[in-house]
C-alpha cells in the first residue's frame, strides 16, 4: 500500500517538475500588443532572417511553435508614434524623416537590440500615412 501510494506521489511530482519546465522555458510575452497582423521575424542574423505574419489574435500560439524568433513587429492603424512610445516608456535615441515616413529609434524593456548610432536599440517606430508600424530590434525589410 505504501509502494502504491509513493509511486504516486512521484508521478505526481515528476508531472508537475515538467509542467514548471515548460512554463519555465516557454517564450515570453509578445512585444506589442493589439496589432491586426503580427510579424516575427525568425533566423539567425539579417542576412538569414524570414518573415512570418500571422492574425494578431493568433500571435501567442504561434509565437510558441517557432524557432529562432529574433524581432517581432505589428501596424497599428488608430495610433501615432508619440501614444507607442508612451504606452512602452520608451527613450528616443535617434528621429529621422524619410521618404515620406517619420522613423524613432529607442531603447524600451524589449528582449531584442542591435547597435545603432552607436547606442542598444530596441524599438523602431516608423509613421507613415496615417499608421504606425513598430518593430524590435528595429522593423526589417522596411515601411
Known sequence: MNFIRAAKLGILLSLACVIFAAVAISPKRLCFDGGKNYTFFCGTSSADCHEITVSGKDAKSVKLALLNVCG????????????????????????????GSVNYYCKANLPYAVELYGTEINLHVSEKNGSVKVGSPIIFGGY
Open 72 to 99: 517581432e513587429a505589428t501596424v497599428y492603424e488608430n495610433a501615432s508614434a508619440e501614444q507607442i512610445i508612451k504606452k512602452l516608456n520608451a527613450k528616443v535615441i535617434a528621429k529621422e524623416e524619410l521618404c
